[in-house]
Nanobody, 112 residues
Framework: QVQLVESGGGLVQAGGSLRLSCAAS????????MDWHRQAPGKQREWVAR???????NYADSVKGRFTISRDNAKNTVYLQMNSLKPEDTAVYYC??????WGQGTQVTVSS
């Protein structure tokens, strides 16, 4: 089972940027897709972005144009670049693939 560790969260003001990292326990070359999800207090977890092994990307409408998902296969790491952050982006962010458990996530807090 692939294990993933999220990092890079923090506290930023609205309009700021953060880059989240998702480090895998092994090679990600054989993994068909990697997703980012987020969950705010009192809210359901929502899907945010996906990148496939072929480099295809998809985004939730709420983040399209502001967030960019990417991968570095040599580092076994997936990234989420978040720009123009809004208070409603505040949540715990998780990375996930079909064979991974849910990890601890990384907290992103955006102040107004």
């Amino acid at each position: 089972q692939v294990q993933l560790v999220e990092s890079g969260g923090g506290l930023v003001q609205a309009g700021g940027s953060l880059r989240l990292s998702c480090a895998a326990s092994g090679s990600i070359l054989s993994i068909n897709f990697m997703d980012w999800h987020r969950q705010a207090p009192g809210k359901q977890r929502e899907w945010v972005a996906r990148i496939t092994s072929g480099g295809m990307t998809n985004y939730a409408d709420s983040v399209k144009g502001r967030f960019t998902i990417s991968r570095d296969n040599a580092k076994n790491t997936v990234y989420l670049q978040m720009n123009s952050l809004k208070p409603e982006d505040t949540a715990v962010y998780y990375c996930k693939t079909y064979s991974s458990p849910w990890g601890q996530g990384t907290q992103v807090t955006v102040s107004s």
